[in-house]
């Protein structure tokens, strides 16, 4: 059973670029989160998919945004990159039950960098 | 102030010790996490719990929801456990993780 894949694993980029980030939920996970981890820090979070919405978003700005697509899979696109953007970008899936918090596996992460 | 607070931050034992990581918070939660990250970035989950005390091989987490306190301990530590150990929680019908800022914990043979 494949837990959460995430591509690319690194990502090189240049200011003023923009990014996608691809998100495979473990099989039978329909909820997908992005979080946001910079060197040294505790992950922040970013968005939340589920049923190809955004049900919840932290305090990102909209330069950060995302799709869920009808397989669970998920997107996190950056526009207008900025050197602070830099940071491990992970993918958390977790199954959504009557609102019940379940346990989350996470994928290994894309290392963005801005140049 | 954080809503999630880990000590210590760094932490370095000789094989064999005994460690604890502690976790306080200032909300109400669903659950508490701990995880652990390698160096290259995955995380995996350790323990989730709400109340009392779990245990799975050498580790042990336990909870005290009165105190908003949770520990991690270590039993017989090995330089394998070396990563950083991360809690985390969940709260009301949020269904999102508020994180620590982890604690780096070498453990040298």
């Known amino acids: 059973d494949a837990g959460v894949t995430q591509s690319p694993t690194h990502l090189i980029k240049t200011r003023g670029q923009q990014v996608t980030l691809r998100c495979s939920p473990k099989s039978g996970h329909d909820t997908v989160s992005w979080y946001q981890q910079a060197l040294g820090q505790g992950p922040q979070f970013i968005f939340q998919?589920?049923?190809?919405?955004?049900?919840q978003r932290g305090n990102f700005p909209d330069r950060f945004s995302g799709h869920q697509f009808p397989n669970y899979s998920s997107e996190l696109n950056v526009n207008a990159l900025l050197l602070g953007d830099s940071a491990l970008y992970l993918c958390a899936s977790t199954e959504d039950r009557a609102g019940m918090y379940t346990e989350a596996f996470f994928g290994q992460g894309t290392r963005l960098t801005v140049v | 102030k954080n809503e999630v607070e880990q000590s210590p931050q760094n932490l370095t034992a000789q094989e064999g010790e005994f460690i604890t990581i502690n976790c306080s918070y200032s909300v109400g939660i669903s659950a508490l996490h701990w995880l652990q990250q390698h160096p290259g970035g995955g995380i995996v989950s350790l323990f989730m719990?709400?109340?009392g005390k779990k245990k799975h091989g050498r580790l042990i987490a336990t909870i005290n929801i009165q105190e908003k306190h949770s520990s991690l301990h270590i039993t017989a530590s090995h330089p394998r456990d070396s990563a950083v150990y991360i809690c985390a929680v969940s709260s009301g019908s949020a269904r999102q993780l508020t994180f620590g800022s982890g604690t780096q914990l070498t453990v040298l043979p």
């Open positions: 719990l709400s109340s």
């Open positions: 998919y589920y049923e190809e919405e955004e049900r």
